[in-house]
């Protein structure tokens, strides 16, 4: 039986806190993997660190804990992001998912989340099983790239981090040719 969108989604609070950059390299991997199209280019653009702070100051974010370089997110923030890109590839503007975002409680945005994204934390993580069978099973992480395309990283190795696995997405849509992918 598969875990429900709502367990997958709550398996990467596991990984909280993150700064900014972890935050968005996260972010950009789920929301990517959904395959929402986005509807135009700030909607196609990567949150970043510096698009995190203007969410903070414009109230589409809650302030993270510390300032600075040493802001820590949590998985309230990683809702809220996810939230606000799956929105805006949506067509919908800043001003009204803040109205939205205002609205919503903890469980709420957690299941809208984990609605639009059920395909996608499905495919994110997978065990399969050794060749030799007194191998523990090995956790593999999935990224798709493009249509037909995806990278299979084993969870415990070095370049099954976000930004690693995000670097190597993005370094395989430029060998391929962005226009096609999208």
């Known amino acids: 039986m598969s875990e429900s969108p709502i367990a997958l989604l709550r398996a990467?609070?596991?990984?909280?806190?993150?700064?900014?950059?972890?935050?968005?390299?996260?972010?950009?991997?789920?929301?990517?993997?959904?395959?929402?199209?986005?509807?135009?280019?700030?909607?196609?653009?990567?949150?970043?660190?510096?698009?995190?702070?203007?969410?903070?100051?414009?109230?589409?974010?809650?302030?993270?804990?510390?300032t600075g370089t040493a802001a820590t997110y949590n998985y309230r923030h990683f809702l809220q992001l996810l939230?606000?890109?799956?929105?805006?590839?949506?067509?919908?503007?800043?001003?009204?998912?803040?109205?939205?975002?205002?609205?919503?409680?903890?469980?709420?945005?957690?299941?809208?989340?984990?609605?639009?994204?059920?395909?996608?934390?499905g495919a994110t993580i997978e065990t399969r099983k050794a060749a030799n069978d007194d191998d523990p099973p090995a956790s593999w992480r999935r990224m798709p790239v493009a249509d037909g395309v995806e990278l299979h990283v084993r969870d415990d190795s070095p370049a099954s981090r976000d930004?690693?696995?995000?670097?190597?997405?993005?370094?395989?849509?430029a060998a391929l040719g962005r226009e096609d992918i999208r």
């Open 163 to 173: 930004e690693a696995l995000v670097a190597m997405r993005e370094a395989v849509r």
């Open 12 to 66: 990467h609070s596991r990984q909280a806190p993150w700064n900014a950059r972890g935050l968005a390299a996260h972010v950009t991997a789920l929301v990517d993997a959904a395959g929402v199209r986005p509807t135009n280019a700030s909607a196609r653009a990567a949150p970043s660190a510096r698009s995190i702070r203007f969410y903070v100051a414009n109230g589409l974010l809650e302030r993270p804990e510390g």
């Open 83 to 121: 939230a606000i890109k799956i929105r805006q590839r949506e067509g919908v503007t800043l001003d009204a998912i803040k109205k939205e975002m205002k609205e919503f409680t903890g469980d709420t945005l957690e299941r809208r989340v984990a609605s639009s994204l059920a395909a996608a934390l």
